[in-house]
Nanobody, 115 residues
Framework: QVQLVESGGGLVQPGGSLRLSCVAS????????MGWYRQAPGKQRELVAD???????NYGDSVKARFTISRDNAKDTVYLQTNSLEPDDTAVYYC?????????WGPGTQVTVSS
C-alpha cells in the first residue's frame, strides 16, 4: 500500500479554477497507474480522470475539455487542473494509485463551487 496525500481543494466561484495535487509515498511511483475520482453527497463515486504509467489518459464524460490530468514522476505527484468549474463539480476529490490490481486511496480533498 502506498500513502497518498491530496491538496489544493477549497471554495471557488463558478467559472473558477483549482489545481489539485496528490503526492505518493513510494519510490516506485513511475510504475503506478494514477487517477482522480470524486464523490458528491448522496451520489456514487465517479471517475474524473486517470493516467497510466505509460501516459495514456482517460476522462470522465462530465469533465472532458475542462479538466486536465498530468503526472510528474520525478516528484511522485499527480495533478488535476480543473477549469470552468461548475456547482455540479462540488465533491470530495480522491486520488488513487493502482499497481497489479491493488488500489490505494487518499483521504480526499473537498472542492466546493459556489457563489
Amino acid at each position: 500500500q502506498v500513502q497518498l496525500v491530496e491538496s489544493g481543494g477549497g471554495l471557488v466561484q463558478p467559472g473558477g479554477s483549482l489545481r489539485l495535487s496528490c503526492v505518493a509515498s513510494t519510490s516506485m511511483f513511475r510504475l503506478y497507474d494514477m487517477g482522480w475520482y470524486r464523490q458528491a453527497p448522496g451520489k456514487q463515486r465517479e471517475l474524473v480522470a486517470d493516467i497510466t504509467r505509460g501516459g495514456r489518459i482517460n476522462y470522465g464524460d462530465s469533465v472532458k475539455a475542462r479538466f486536465t490530468i498530468s503526472r510528474d514522476n520525478a516528484k511522485d505527484t499527480v495533478y488535476l487542473q480543473t477549469n470552468s468549474l461548475e456547482p455540479d463539480d462540488t465533491a470530495v476529490y480522491y486520488c488513487v494509485a493502482d499497481l497489479i490490481k491493488q488500489s490505494s486511496w487518499g483521504p480526499g480533498t473537498q472542492v466546493t463551487v459556489s457563489s
